[in-house]
């Protein structure tokens, strides 16, 4: 077990340990919901267990300040001082960027304030790498600053997040991932955007996916055709279909961020990775759009069709092969049929799985706060 908490007393005797966390509204702010249900007995078990530890978090759109890493942190001072906040975590779902690449966390720790950006922990076991992160957090700024604390601080979260420490100005400390750093950031901002919410929300691409299909579950000349391709154009006729309902997502709803000729190089960089974040979204969102249709087809084949009527249209003994066939070309046409019923989604709908629709909105809201 870790040793006692020294960080935070009054005339020298221990009191309760408030750990705030201060969330940018959605999936950060999701994730500090769970953590205030399971941080406290972590908090005992990891840290110091004699220690009564309570966490309390607030939503907050503290994103209206981004890029602007020190008035994120200043806005998480300021509640260490006016509350009775021992330590404030900030989460977001921003990407952030310092001058050696993306930065996972700052931390200052004589304000006993940390910055964490959930996309550069990854796509993959987000929930408890964040809880882990957070802990090493805690563990770290109660017990104030010292050269023993800061070398075990960078060892935990190189071992339990892959975080190697980055340049960064005096009183403040940043780490950055240490391996594949756009993969993972990558991975991390896909998962952010959570595409299963854009599927979720094509409900009048899935209206005209389902009278797209229907001629293919109906018609015997489509089975003729879709048992006599081979394996190769069948794959490619699919690719198609996905690749033709991503393209008409993302053009038809705007979700392309154009460059800036007067951006700078860094600004530049990360349009390119938000551009790429929502290629990889939709892209995701197609595949899953495709899987799931192709599921419900399979189904209303099986029961539609009997199996002497495919044998008599086919002109031979009907397969299980032959009707997987048949409900791939059906969901080829509904996936064709639904990518133009996405052009008439709500654009707030699609644009909300993006973050260049949250970029955007982050500009309007912060440009109207400096008015």
């Known amino acids: 077990m870790a040793g006692s908490v020294t960080g935070i007393s009054v005339d020298g ?32 078990r990891r840290v110091d267990e004699r220690t009564d530890w309570s966490v309390e978090w607030v939503e907050d759109a503290f994103e209206v300040l981004y890029p602007d890493h020190e008035r994120l942190m200043a806005k998480a001072r300021q509640r260490v001082r006016d509350t009775h906040w021992d330590v404030a975590i900030c989460l977001t779902d921003l990407p952030l960027f310092g001058d050696s690449g993306p930065v996972a966390v700052k931390i ?31 563990q770290n700024l109660v017990r104030g600053p010292g050269r023993a604390h800061r070398d075990r601080l960078a060892s935990r979260l190189a071992a339990r997040a892959g975080l190697d420490p980055a340049p960064a100005a005096r009183g403040s400390r940043e780490f950055r991932i240490s391996r594949f750093p756009t993969a993972r950031l990558l991975g991390g901002m896909v998962r952010a955007n959570r595409p299963w919410r854009l599927v979720i929300g094509l409900s009048t691409a899935l209206a005209g996916a389902f009278a797209g299909s229907a001629f293919g579950v109906l018609y015997s000349s489509i089975w003729r055709l879709a048992t ?6 069948t794959a490619g006729v699919v690719a198609a279909a996905v690749l033709a309902l991503a393209t008409w997502l993302i053009v038809g709803h705007n979700l392309w961020e154009r460059a800036d000729p007067v951006s700078a190089a860094a600004g530049e960089r990360e349009r390119r990775l938000r551009n790429a ?37 086919l002109g031979h003994a009907a397969t299980v092969v032959d009707y997987i066939r048949i409900a791939l070309m059906a969901t080829v046409l509904g996936t064709v ?35």
């Open 13 to 44: 005797e221990r009191r309760p340990v408030v750990v705030g966390l201060l969330a940018d509204p959605d999936l950060p702010a999701r994730f500090a919901g769970r953590l205030d249900d399971r941080l406290p007995g972590e908090l005992r």
């Open 277 to 313: 974040g929502t290629a990889i979204t939709v892209s995701a969102a197609a595949i899953a759009f495709f899987v799931a249709l192709f599921l419900i087809i399979v189904a209303a084949v099986a029961v539609v069709v009997p199996p002497d009527y495919v044998t008599q249209s």
């Open 337 to 371: 049929a639904g990518a133009v019923g996405s052009g008439l989604e709500d654009d707030t709908t699609v644009r909300r799985a993006t973050y260049s629709h949250r970029e955007q909105e982050r500009r309007r809201r912060a440009s109207r706060d400096d008015r």
């Open 228 to 233: 006599s391709l081979s394996a190769v154009r």
């Open 108 to 138: 200052s720790e004589a304000d006993r304030v940390a910055l964490i950006s959930l996309p550069s922990l990854g796509g993959l076991r987000l929930g408890r790498r964040l809880r882990d992160v957070v802990v090493t957090l805690v």
